[in-house]
């Protein structure tokens, strides 16, 4: 018998479990999979020796995640943060470089680095607030509301047709927009423009870190610390009823790191019709077509400064990127599609043997797409660098239907599990002051699907753990970080 059952392994699963061990009780956390860590895995997909994240790999909120601040992840596994936190290349040879000193970015980005400077700037100047607004529920005043201010007046101008006022030339947009373009969601859009200016901020700010030997390395430090404090996980151990887990565990609280619908076909004899009937209306969007390389050596770019980038944002201008996304949310396959791509080798050298790289991509698709995509991808890669195909030893891809075979919370291969549009940022599965908190007694969600949403940031499990110590446990919250700080 325990005091706390959580379901799923993920980044926010781990966060919930470690919180609730931190606070004294007994904790054990179901796995459906033969490993923990759901978006933050690492396995060699295509040949020995070759180490590709086969979910997120680049964590711009490593450093900025009020949770991962908590607990020091920083203190506890190497995050390589490098001087170029992405790069993305134009037709000619031309590249617009986000370095993290944001003066250098100005300087490059000649006509237009006064522009970027004032709609980032502001940004940097309050990031803490920036931070506290989007790292947690809308539904709330915020702490520092200039921040808000300023954060949401950006987000207008960029996520509406005035997007095209603010810039001159052609880079500045096209970079902004293959930040907001993560979001895999309409462009322009609020949700989108949002999301590319925190993502924007934090590349000045802390950087876009790179975890030494993969994103495996979060998980099992969440991991090691859960167990350190007495919690355990069970592996392969898939949860059919959540009336079941609590009959056999004696679980006081039941934290489930699921997507609504898993929730809502979990939970059917406790939690009522009306919040079924919510958690089944939760909306999923466009899937991801993953491809990872094996290389005989570095990507060929043909602007050098793109060889120094861990994160490249490949599909063109700020236009051709909007075409080619809008397209696949209405089903298309566009010839030339955005594609976001991780070189990790450029900073860590552990991820292939000497003198070898991988390099991760993935590319926006139509939800439960069966189709490969590799060929775009890779033709997208050698448009911007000549000779790739030559370096390829081996390949490994993934469908949308693969991505969200491999992990039920990727529903048809939707890796934000819950389309990110503006209602449902706010509307995480339902609009709440603790939506984390279910009409069960002793029952939570915690996962990307609530607040703040997508990313890995522990955030959804961190606050669930936190609302469960209050109501369930009548507990304050415990202090996360290492023994030593």
């Known amino acids: 018998m325990?005091?706390?059952?959580?379901?799923?392994?993920?980044?926010?699963?781990?966060?919930?479990?470690?919180?609730?061990?931190?606070?004294?009780?007994?904790?054990?956390?179901?796995?459906a999979a033969g490993s923990a860590g759901g978006g933050t895995r690492t396995a060699e997909l295509t040949l020995p020796g070759f180490r590709h994240d086969v979910c997120s790999a680049v964590h711009p909120m490593a450093l900025a995640s009020?949770?991962?601040?908590?607990?020091?992840?920083?203190?506890?596994?190497?995050?390589?943060?490098?001087?170029?936190?992405?790069?993305?290349?134009?037709?000619?040879?031309?590249a617009g470089i986000a370095y993290r000193d944001l003066d250098h970015t100005v300087e490059a980005l000649g006509v237009d680095g006064r522009a970027w400077r004032s709609l980032m700037e502001p940004l940097?100047?309050?990031?803490?607030?920036?931070?506290?607004?989007?790292?947690n529920n809308l539904v709330r005043f915020p702490r520092d509301p200039l921040a808000a201010v300023s954060y949401g007046l950006r987000a207008l101008e960029q996520g509406t047709p005035a997007w095209k006022l603010r810039f001159r030339e052609q880079m500045a947009p096209a970079m902004l927009t293959g930040v907001a373009a993560h979001a895999i969601t309409r462009l322009p859009s609020l949700a989108a423009s949002g999301a590319g200016l925190l993502l924007g901020a934090l590349a000045h700010g802390g950087g876009w870190p790179v975890p030494r030997g993969g994103s495996q390395a979060i998980a099992e430090a969440m991991a090691a610390d859960l167990m350190e404090h007495g919690g355990a996980i069970v592996l392969d151990s898939p949860v059919t009823s959540i009336a079941a887990l609590r009959a056999e565990t004696g679980a006081r609280a039941i934290i489930c790191d699921l997507t609504p619908r898993a929730l809502a076909r979990l939970g059917t004899d406790e939690l009522p019709d009306r919040y079924i009937r919510k958690l089944e209306s939760f909306k999923y969007g466009a899937g991801v077509c993953k491809v990872d390389f094996a290389l005989s050596?570095?990507?060929?770019?043909?602007?050098?400064?793109?060889?120094?980038?861990?994160?490249?944002?490949?599909?063109?201008?700020r236009?051709?990127?909007?075409?080619?996304?809008?397209?696949?949310?209405?089903?298309?396959?566009?010839?030339?599609?955005?594609?976001?791509?991780?070189?990790?080798?450029?900073?860590?050298?552990?991820?292939?043997?000497?003198?070898?790289?991988?390099l991760w991509a993935y590319t926006h698709v139509p939800a439960g797409s069966t189709r490969d995509r590799s060929k775009a991808v890779i033709a997208q890669v050698?448009?911007?660098?000549?000779?790739?195909?030559?370096?390829?030893?081996?390949?490994?891809?993934?469908?949308?239907?693969?991505?969200?075979?491999h992990n039920p919370n990727y529903i048809d291969g939707d890796i934000s599990s819950g389309a990110v549009t503006l209602e449902q940022l706010i509307k995480r599965p339902v609009v709440a002051r603790e939506p984390w908190r279910t009409p069960a007694p002793g029952l939570y969600l915690g996962s990307a699907a609530t607040p703040p949403g997508p990313a890995v940031h522990g955030m959804g499990g961190w606050f669930a753990a936190r609302s469960a110590l209050r109501h369930t446990f009548g507990l304050p919250a415990p202090h996360l970080g290492p023994a030593s700080s």
């Not at 940097?124 to 790292?135: A, E, H, N, S």
């Not at 570095?298 to 980038?309: I, S």
């Not at 566009?334 to 790289?357: M, T, W």
Request: charge should be negative.
């Open 2 to 31: 325990v005091d706390v059952a959580v379901v799923g392994s993920g980044p926010n699963g781990l966060a919930a479990a470690l919180t609730m061990a931190r606070a004294g009780l007994s904790v054990v956390v179901h796995e």
């Open 382 to 405: 050698e448009r911007f660098a000549p000779g790739f195909r030559e370096l390829i030893l081996e390949t490994h891809t993934s469908t949308a239907e693969d991505v969200g075979m």
């Open 66 to 94: 009020p949770f991962f601040r908590a607990f020091g992840l920083a203190d506890r596994i190497e995050l390589l943060v490098p001087e170029i936190s992405y790069g993305h290349p134009l037709d000619g040879g031309r």
């Open 124 to 135: 940097l100047d309050r990031i803490d607030g920036v931070i506290d607004f989007t790292q």
């Open 319 to 358: 236009e051709a990127i909007a075409q080619a996304e809008n397209q696949v949310l209405a089903g298309g396959y566009p010839e030339a599609p955005y594609v976001l791509a991780s070189q990790p080798g450029v900073l860590d050298s552990s991820r292939a043997p000497a003198g070898q790289h991988t």
């Open 297 to 317: 050596g570095p990507v060929p770019w043909t602007h050098k400064e793109l060889r120094r980038a861990p994160t490249v944002h490949l599909g063109g201008s």
